[in-house]
């Protein structure tokens, strides 16, 4: 059984940067795509980026991937989502996903290309 569990969220400053981690327990790590999406308050669940199982990652938009990064660690079974230059608007529950299918090489946008999904983790941004 495949379990996965964020952490790193918290409360920080308009301009911070932040890491969000996310350890994936069960199936070949290896194998899996690794998404990021987040929740802000009032709104639908977003996507903001991912990784594949060799490691090329996309983004939602410019305004993320000019200041986020999302890399993963197969030896820890952790992918990370490293945000800086937070801005009030990146306020949000951010969840860790893991792509419905192995070796997966195309692009992720969207919810339904994965299928596990953690707790979350909440990011609180005071501006």
């Known amino acids: 059984q495949v379990q996965v569990v964020e952490s790193g969220g918290g409360l920080v400053q308009a301009g911070d940067s932040l890491r969000l981690s996310c350890v994936v327990s069960g199936g070949t790590f290896s194998t899996m795509g690794l998404g990021w999406f987040r929740q802000p308050p009032g709104k639908e669940r977003e996507f903001v980026g991912a990784?594949?199982?060799?490691?090329?990652?996309?983004y939602s938009g410019d305004s993320v991937k000019e200041r986020f990064t999302v890399w993963r660690e197969n030896d820890k079974r952790t992918v990370y989502l490293e945000m800086n230059s937070l801005k009030p608007e990146d306020a949000a529950f951010y969840y860790c996903?893991?792509?419905?299918?192995?070796?997966?090489?195309?692009?992720?946008?969207?919810?339904?290309?994965?299928?596990?999904w953690g707790q979350g983790t909440q990011v609180t941004v005071s501006s």
């Open positions: 996903a893991v792509g419905r299918f192995p070796y997966y090489s195309g692009t992720y946008y969207d919810e339904s290309q994965f299928n596990y």
């Open positions: 990784v594949t199982w060799s490691g090329t990652s996309t």
